[in-house]
């Protein structure tokens, strides 16, 4: 038997986040959207509801659900604004590598530090001028000097970046890649240019500079030549995440859509009754609901712990790319109201393009599938 059933606590769980997210996202989501910055008091609020550490397991503080659980979360807090729930998505980040790779110690110091939520915002920074699909093209070094590394590099378009207390970053070693644990305050790392964006405005992206940063050795998170496994296994746990933020944002635009053409009239008669209309909502509904069970079947395989690559992949180009294609539709649907800044569509049509860009491109992930296709496995292609 296969269940498509929530249990009676994802429920309570779903119903929290969407309350929260109907209370303290979607009203301010406009206003944080313009500010292109998020409100202070965003973090407090959502660990308050906790909201913010329910992916860290219960020894360390969180609430320790699985990762289909998370994309219930995910899925409500991205219909509020994919832009603020980026926000506090990415200070879940580190949980997976240090779970996964991590010293007893460092487990000790992080996750109860991002469980209590006060305030600490984390980041993972892969990404550099010259290497973003390809990670292998990553030129951050980091030399190792007695107890210490010395990291010299930029890294650019990081969610958080700049702002993060602790940043899962990606460095060379000689050939190989490693991945440390890097401290907002540690000598030589500064806060670099902050981007204006298109999409996910509510969200800082910001570049973090290594500047011969000195990082305790003890600070190194799984062995050196280990990042890429590090960097695969966190994107194999992420982007059924990430993908359940596009379904939250596809289905706001559908609901909005459909609410509005049983409203507005045209030619005398509510333009849902006219079948130009009425299919672009029937294909939005479709899309919802296959992007959503491609993410609760991602999310599975990782639970179960199998390889979640290309099931991740499916639904990390399948929901973004719904989730475009739905937030143009609705735009369309609400006619000039659409491209107004009065209704919230035009918004979800900008974030909705970000997700078809980070956590690996849509191309990135049809490249994933292909190669699984080919019989082999995704994992040593660029971001896969
Ligand atoms: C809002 C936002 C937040 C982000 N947050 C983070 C973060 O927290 N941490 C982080 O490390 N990065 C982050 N990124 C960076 C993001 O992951 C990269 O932008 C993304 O992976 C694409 O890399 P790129 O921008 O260098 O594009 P490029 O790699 O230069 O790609 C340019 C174009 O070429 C295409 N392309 C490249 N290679 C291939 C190929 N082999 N086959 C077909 N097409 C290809 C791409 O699909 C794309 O269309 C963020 C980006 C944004 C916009």
Request: proline content about 4%; hydrophobic content about 45%.
């Amino acid at each position: 038997m296969i269940s498509f059933e929530p249990t009676a606590e994802q429920r309570d769980l779903q119903r929290l986040a969407h309350e929260f997210a109907e209370r303290e996202l979607r009203p301010v989501a406009a206003e944080w959207d313009e500010r292109e910055a998020y409100p202070p008091d965003l973090l407090a609020k959502a660990a308050q509801a906790g909201l913010t550490a329910y992916a860290i397991p219960a020894e360390y503080g969180g609430g320790g659900v699985d990762a289909v659980t998370s994309a219930l979360i995910a899925e409500e807090l991205s219909w509020g604004c994919a832009g603020l729930a980026s926000t506090l998505q990415a200070t879940m980040f580190p949980v997976r590598p240090l779970l996964r790779f991590g010293t007893k110690a460092q487990r000790a110091r992080y996750l109860p530090l991002l469980a209590r939520g006060e305030g600490t915002l984390a980041a993972i920074a892969f990404t550099e001028p010259h290497a973003g699909s390809d990670v292998g093209a990553i030129s951050a070094e980091a030399k190792r000097d007695g107890d210490e590394y010395v990291l010299t590099g930029e890294k650019v378009y990081i969610t958080n970046g700049g702002i993060a207390d602790v940043t899962v970053v990606f460095a060379k070693t000689g050939d190989e890649l490693a991945a440390f644990l890097v401290e907002r305050g540690d000598p030589g790392v500064a806060a670099g240019r902050v981007e204006r964006k298109l999409g996910l405005r509510a969200s800082q992206t910001g570049s973090v500079l290594l500047d011969s940063a000195r990082v305790p050795a003890d600070r190194r998170l799984g062995d050196e030549g280990q990042g890429f496994e590090v960097a695969l296994d966190f994107f194999q746990a992420s982007r059924p995440q990430v993908a359940a933020g596009a379904v939250g944002v596809a289905r706001a635009a559908f609901e909005y859509a459909t609410a509005y053409a049983r409203e507005r009239e045209a030619f005398g008669r509510p333009i849902l009754s006219r079948q130009g209309v009425g299919f672009k909502l029937a294909d939005m509904a479709m899309l919802v609901e296959a992007a959503r069970l491609l993410v609760w079947r991602a999310a599975s395989a990782v639970d179960a712990g199998d390889d979640a690559g290309l099931l991740g992949s499916y639904a990390k180009a399948f929901a973004a790319d719904a989730a475009m294609r739905i937030t143009t539709d609705a735009v369309q649907v609400l006619g000039g109201a659409g491209i107004m800044r009065d209704h919230p569509v035009e918004k979800w049509m900008r974030d909705a393009k970000v997700f078809q860009v980070v956590e690996g491109t849509s191309e990135i992930q049809r490249h994933i599938v292909a190669t699984y296709l080919r019989g082999g496995h995704g994992d040593r292609q660029g971001r896969g």
